[in-house]
């Protein structure tokens, strides 16, 4: 079966400091990665997608960037974090199957002081 | 575009009552149309999907969804809530482009359950 991992589960980091958050996936090959960010009563934002290694589309302009330097490994970055940065996080493979549906993990937590 | 919208920001209901979360989409082509559930600081769990076929869909936790192309709707249902349901619920319609398939979420529904 599949699963999905993100890394690190919470995270504080102090305005204008560097972010790599990552995001693994187990049992699938050649997925269709997604990032997407949710913060407080906004709902979720799709941020970057990738269709395979080295791929990746961006969906809005902000301080963050993507990376896929592995079949089933997914980064999200950024070089200077801003306040506004703070949110939840989420990862999300595409089964490829009729329906296309996408399954999340866990999530990670980034407060940025 | 597509868009999604979930009209009630939140609903309380009592344990062992019916529920009724509701959605409306915005799609120009058939939708793929889904039902994730969210508990506070986890991730997203997949309750149910729809692309064709029978309109009326069941999902896991005893949920059921019902597809209305004449109003739009993807409204979601369970006969008789247990507490352990409290929780977000979002709705979200799928479209394609690029090669891949990207969700758009509505803003989401939290659903307390009184005693």
């Known amino acids: 079966s599949q699963t999905i991992h993100q890394w690190p589960a919470t995270l504080v980091q102090p305005v204008g400091s560097p972010l790599s958050l990552e995001c693994t996936v187990e049992?699938?090959?050649?997925?269709?990665l997604y990032w997407y960010r949710q913060a407080a009563g906004r709902g979720l934002q799709l941020l970057f997608y990738?269709?395979?290694?080295?791929?990746i589309s961006s969906e809005v302009p902000q301080n963050l960037s993507a990376s896929r330097p592995q079949d089933r490994q997914f980064i999200l970055s950024s070089k200077k974090l801003l306040l506004s940065d703070s949110g939840f996080y989420l990862c999300?493979?595409?089964?490829?199957?009729?329906?296309?549906?996408?399954?999340f993990g866990p999530g990670t937590r980034l407060t940025v002081l | 575009a597509q868009s999604v919208t979930q009209p009630d920001i939140h609903i309380t209901v009592s344990e062992g009552a019916s529920l009724e979360l509701r959605c409306n989409y915005s799609?120009?082509?058939?939708?793929?149309l889904f039902w994730y559930v969210q508990s506070p600081g986890q991730g997203l769990q997949l309750l149910l999907k729809?692309?064709?076929?029978?309109?009326l869909v069941q999902g896991i936790k005893g949920f059921e969804a019902e597809f209305k192309r004449s109003q739009s709707s993807f409204n979601l249902r369970k006969p008789s809530v247990h507490w352990s349901d409290a929780a977000e619920y979002f709705c979200?319609?799928?479209?394609?482009?690029?090669?891949?398939?990207?969700?758009?979420f509505g803003k989401g529904t939290k659903l307390s359950v009184i005693p």
């Open positions: 999300a493979w595409r089964r490829d199957s009729p329906y296309n549906e996408q399954f």
């Open positions: 049992g699938t090959s050649n997925p269709n």
């Open positions: 990738s269709v395979g290694i080295g791929q």
């Open positions: 799609y120009g082509a058939t939708p793929y």
């Open positions: 729809y692309f064709s076929g029978d309109t």
């Open positions: 979200a319609v799928a479209s394609s482009g690029a090669g891949s398939y990207q969700l758009t």
